[in-house]
């Protein structure tokens, strides 16, 4: 338990009490939120779930454990990470920190090194990474060229079943989006991606046959039943708009699961009229929206012995405002992409703040890490404190945004089913066995 907390009661019935909760974050209690949208509640735990929420105070004779008004936030939800990339970057750095500099980086990396004990390897770290830091939910992409998806979409599937009740895991395969202009390549992956249960996906980029790729990938994936998640102009070249032909595509053929995009980082050095047009087009077709703010923010508009002139990041504010569902996202972590990062969602939450202005005021924000994207990821159960849902939580002694959102937070404690974890995060000395470079 943190330094200012008492240790959690033994008993399998307690009470939280005087916790504040972010409102929006909370189902089934009324109560008028702060300034901040905040409010006290007592939250009654009973044999691994949430038994109750009430105004502070009710008399009860379950024990309790006085959070003196820290604040306590449920699991947290990553949509978009990579973990099979994932702490790469001492073995494989990216030597100018630019965006082709990547791409060709992990390609080489990926070519020599990425066997299914080196992928199952770092993504056991990682998920160790995530649950320690209050984590419940993530959705990877897996590098899926060939013939690199017969090697990790197996291991993902041996993952997801390990980790099955702590981190929650889904898959995306990434590829660019002209393999399903290749009938036979894309027989095969999208037949390797159903059969381990996951999402169609592709990175998008303008081109003269982009809506036919496009229209041959809905169809595919309406046919099997299956989602899809687009990397989506992860540029600052205004005339990238493939946004707009992901939404336009998906009216036309009337493609019946979810779409989320990740990235849009050129709407925001489009014209004004352009952007609008495309974020409503976006909002008319459904089209889900995940920033990723640190990852971007150190990639785009990168240039040797230059200041970068803007933040590499989408129009979160103007998408939410259409009712667009906007998330935020960890990315990489510690590859060629981006060489920080430990899949920590108050790390993301952070410096997304700051990043993109998700305050004065707060209002949904808090919802970006947590039940937005459960809901886009088609799990609603997660992300929200409401009696019947898991005692899942991760409790803080800050006691608002801007105590939360000062420092590291390295002191919460995660409960899970209402019992505390060790949140100590796996060494980076574990990894050294697979990070040896090549001679």
Not at 136 to 153: F, G, K, M, V
Not at 294 to 318: F, I
């Amino acid at each position: 338990m943190p330094k200012g907390f008492a240790k959690l009661p033994r008993a399998a019935r307690y009470v939280l009490a005087n916790a504040t909760l972010s409102a929006v974050l909370v189902d089934g209690y009324k109560a008028a939120p702060d300034g901040d949208g905040l409010v006290l509640v007592d939250i009654t735990v009973n044999d691994g779930a949430i038994e109750r929420i009430d105004k502070p105070g009710r008399r009860t004779s379950a024990p309790k454990l006085d959070l003196d008004r820290g604040m306590v936030w449920p699991g947290f939800i990553d949509m978009h990470t990579h973990l099979d990339k994932g702490h790469i970057w001492p073995r494989q750095p990216n030597p100018d920190g630019t965006f082709p500099a990547a791409l060709d980086a992990v390609a080489d990396d990926r070519h020599a090194r990425w066997t299914a004990k080196d992928v199952a390897g770092r993504i056991d770290f990682a998920l160790r990474s995530a649950y320690a830091c209050g984590t419940t939910l993530i959705r990877t992409h897996i590098d899926s060229e060939a013939p690199q998806h017969r090697i990790s979409w197996p291991v993902f599937a041996e993952m997801r079943e390990k980790w099955a009740g702590k981190v929650d895991l889904q898959g995306v395969c990434l590829v660019t989006i002209d393999t399903f202009l290749d009938e036979r390549a894309a027989d095969d992956l999208v037949a390797v991606v159903a059969e381990h249960g996951g999402i169609l996906g592709a990175v998008t980029f303008p081109g003269p046959d982009l809506e036919r790729a496009l229209e041959t990938l809905m169809l595919r994936a309406a046919n099997r039943g299956l989602d899809l998640d687009f990397h989506v102009d992860e540029t600052g070249d205004p005339g990238a708009n493939s946004l707009r032909a992901i939404a336009d595509v998906a009216m036309r053929v009337d493609f019946p699961g979810a779409i989320v995009t990740g990235h849009c980082c050129s709407l925001a050095t489009q014209p004004e009229g352009e952007a609008d047009a495309t974020m409503d087009r976006v909002a008319e077709a459904g089209i889900a929206v995940v920033s990723l703010p640190m990852c971007n923010m150190y990639l785009q508009d990168r240039q040797a012995g230059v200041t970068p002139r803007w933040r590499g990041v989408t129009l979160v504010h103007e998408l939410a405002a259409r009712g667009v569902p906007v998330s935020v996202a960890s990315d990489n972590t510690r590859d060629p992409f981006y060489a920080y990062g430990d899949l920590d969602m108050v790390e993301v939450y952070r410096e997304a703040t700051r990043i993109l202005h998700l305050d004065h005021p707060v209002g949904e924000w808090p919802a970006a890490i947590t039940r937005t994207p459960a809901s886009v990821l088609g799990r609603p159960d997660r992300g929200v404190i409401a009696a019947g849902a898991p005692a899942d939580l991760v409790l803080f002694t800050a006691r608002t945004f801007t105590e939360l959102l000062s420092r590291p937070q390295t002191d919460r404690t995660v409960l899970r089913q209402g019992k505390a974890i060790d949140t100590a995060r796996p060494d980076y000395r574990e990894l050294d066995v697979l990070m040896r470079r090549r001679k």
